[in-house]
């Protein structure tokens, strides 16, 4: 089937929002180390960051004009608690990332995001009783080793790459089962997150232990992460509803790619034995996107 010179003019814009996307939350890390330098902590980054994503998320509603779907959900004890529950899942995820790259522990991140799309297959099966072939399996297995063997060469469980893999998996999973428009979700989640980052902030500033008021950099810097989180989830979302999930498959591992190449470039240890435990990983990694791109292409056999 030929797409109209519309289509895939808006098939090229939807490519590049979600590389944008993946590309930003591959270098949002300089910018939380950046903050780390300037003596904020994890909780007080993440906090700022709820804080000022709120109105950039209501201005996405604002220009999809979904003021009313937020009221109806906003209506709904039932659905708020599941958003409540889609924000703490975030939330932890988001902490753990800030902590874990402003201790030097980038490298485990980017492990946790190149097997995040292993753990989304494997509650695919669990939860929406989706059927694994035997190359989805394998993928399963050398993710497993690989885990092993990070944890032999860390000398424990790689609990960073566990937890941000885990916690951003089961947040997709739950917002998979929600009806909402993207732009509506996010707003939601910020708000909820944002009443509460609102009263750690006050406190902390008027304790003295804030860094908002240090100096204009700082500030804009702080208002600057809440901005960026807001724009990338819209643009994942706004490519991913237009996008095959093929692609979506390919540009997940842009992210955990540039951190990995971030954790070198600040001299994280890089011995041997993680070297072997990446190698796994990234086969696993492999026979997935290999996996996605065979039911792509049936998928596009049947269309025709």
Same mark, same amino acid.
């Given at each position: 089937m030929t797409l109209s010179p519309a289509a895939?003019?808006?098939?090229?814009?939807?490519?590049?929002?979600?590389?944008?996307?993946?590309?930003?939350?591959?270098?949002? @890390?300089?910018?939380f180390?950046? /903050?780390?330098?300037?003596?904020a902590g994890p909780w007080e980054?993440? +906090?700022?960051?709820?804080?000022?994503?709120? *109105?950039?998320?209501?201005?996405?509603?604002m220009l999809a004009r979904q003021q009313s779907q937020v009221a109806a959900v906003l209506r709904q004890p039932k659905l708020l608690g599941l958003f409540a529950l889609t924000a703490g899942l975030i939330?932890?995820?988001?902490?753990?990332?800030?902590?874990?790259?402003?201790?030097?522990?980038?490298?485990?991140?980017?492990?946790?995001?190149?097997?995040? @799309?292993?753990?989304?297959?494997?509650?695919?099966?669990?939860v929406f009783r989706e059927r694994m072939d035997a190359r989805a399996k394998l993928a399963m297995a050398l993710a497993v080793v690989g885990?092993?063997?990070?944890?032999? +060469?860390?000398?424990? /469980? *790689?609990?960073?790459?566990?937890?941000?893999?885990?916690?951003f998996s089961t947040y997709g999973l739950l917002r998979k089962r929600v009806a909402v428009d993207a732009q509506t979700g996010l707003f939601v989640e910020c708000l909820l997150l944002g009443l509460v980052g609102l009263a750690y902030v006050l406190s902390v500033e008027r304790s003295g232990a804030g860094h908002f008021q240090d100096s204009g950099s700082v500030a804009a810097l702080f208002v600057f992460s809440g901005l960026i989180t807001a724009l990338s989830l819209v643009m994942f979302a706004w490519s991913a509803?237009?996008? @095959?999930?093929?692609?979506?498959?390919?540009?997940?591992?842009?992210? @955990?790619?540039?951190?990995?190449?971030?954790g070198l470039a600040q001299g994280e240890p890089f011995t041997w034995l993680r070297g072997v435990s990446f190698a796994f990983i990234w086969a696993g990694a492999a026979l997935f996107l290999l996996g996605a791109f065979r039911r792509s292409r049936m998928a596009a056999q049947s269309a025709a």
């Open positions: 895939r003019s808006e098939q090229r814009l939807a490519l590049g929002a979600g590389a944008g996307c993946y590309v930003i939350w591959g270098f949002v @890390p300089l910018l180390q950046h /903050l780390g330098r300037e003596g980054i993440l +906090a700022q960051r709820t804080v000022w994503a709120t *109105p950039a998320a209501w201005a996405f509603v939330s932890i995820n988001w902490i753990v990332y800030v902590y874990a790259v402003n201790n030097g522990r980038v490298l485990e991140t980017s492990l946790g995001y190149f097997i995040t @799309p292993l753990f989304n297959m494997a509650g695919g099966a669990l885990v092993a063997l990070q944890a032999a +060469a860390l000398g424990h /469980l *790689p609990v960073v790459s566990i937890v941000v893999a885990l916690s509803r237009r996008m @095959p999930l093929t692609a979506i498959g390919f540009l997940q591992f842009i992210t @955990p790619t540039i951190t990995f190449f971030l």
